[in-house]
């Protein structure tokens, strides 16, 4: 299996800093890797696609660069409704595997 | 708009079978390039992926849990279910379902979710 091991596992941040999570993958995935947005008690929303593409609808100050086995995810300017874990997913090959959480905190 | 929908009992025993189903709204289940999946996620854990189905009844499963699952579809009900046997505690979680892409390898939309404890 392919392990996704994303750091931090928690960051504190206020509205307007620049935020940077990682995902790493335990072999080379190509640039099958994707984000999700979580809030608490709701379901994970699609944010990035492999090949850094952004879901519609998903404002522009997330990016999502890498590829190989190391990936970042960046919000260019934390807004208030950004608060949330986010989770990277591999999708290289089965079984798909997911990564731990990064919980962007205040 | 695609939207999905989970059901089934919130309390398992333990070593009994769970069975949930996920019902798809706004659209076919019967839609190629896309699988449908289930995802589990036990409290403060990671997601993890149980498995899916594509219309036609192919399936992918995950070998952690492959010799206790089963998912099936029901494309006259626009349905696909899944049933787990033998759980035990570990197999708490909340459970999603969601439609699966093969060319992008995503998932989305997502059920809401739905909370299965195990528990006697």
């Known amino acids: 299996d392919i392990q996704m091991t994303q750091s931090p596992s928690s960051v504190s941040a206020s509205v307007g800093d620049r935020v940077t999570i990682t995902c790493r993958a335990s072999?080379?995935?190509?640039?099958?890797l994707i984000w999700y947005q979580q809030k608490p008690g709701k379901a994970p929303k699609l944010l990035i696609h492999?090949?850094?593409s952004l879901q519609s609808g998903v404002p522009s100050r997330f990016s999502g660069s890498g590829s190989g086995t190391e990936f970042t995810l960046t919000i260019s300017s934390l807004q208030p409704e950004d608060f949330a874990t986010y989770s990277c997913?591999?999708?290289?090959?089965?079984?798909?595997?997911f990564g731990g959480g990064t919980k962007v905190e205040i | 708009q695609l939207q999905l929908q989970e059901s089934g009992p919130g309390l398992v025993k333990p070593s009994e079978t769970l069975s949930l189903t996920c019902t798809v709204s706004?659209?076919?289940?019967?839609?190629?390039?896309?699988?449908w999946g289930w995802i589990r996620q036990p409290p403060a854990k990671r997601l993890e992926w149980i498995g899916d189905?594509?219309?036609?009844?192919?399936?992918n499963y995950n070998p952690s849990l492959k010799s206790r699952i089963t998912i099936s579809v029901d494309t006259s009900k626009n349905q696909f279910s899944l049933k787990l046997s033998s759980v035990t505690a570990a197999d708490t979680a909340v459970y999603y379902c969601?439609?699966?892409?093969?060319?992008?390898?995503?998932?989305?939309?997502w059920g809401q979710g739905t909370l299965v404890t195990v528990s006697s």
């Open positions: 492999p090949t850094s």
């Open positions: 072999q080379d995935i190509s640039s099958w």
């Open positions: 997913q591999q999708a290289k090959s089965f079984p798909l595997t």
């Open positions: 969601a439609r699966w892409s093969t060319s992008v390898g995503w998932f989305d939309p």
């Open positions: 706004g659209g076919s289940i019967s839609t190629s390039s896309y699988y």
């Open positions: 189905i594509y219309y036609g009844g192919n399936t």
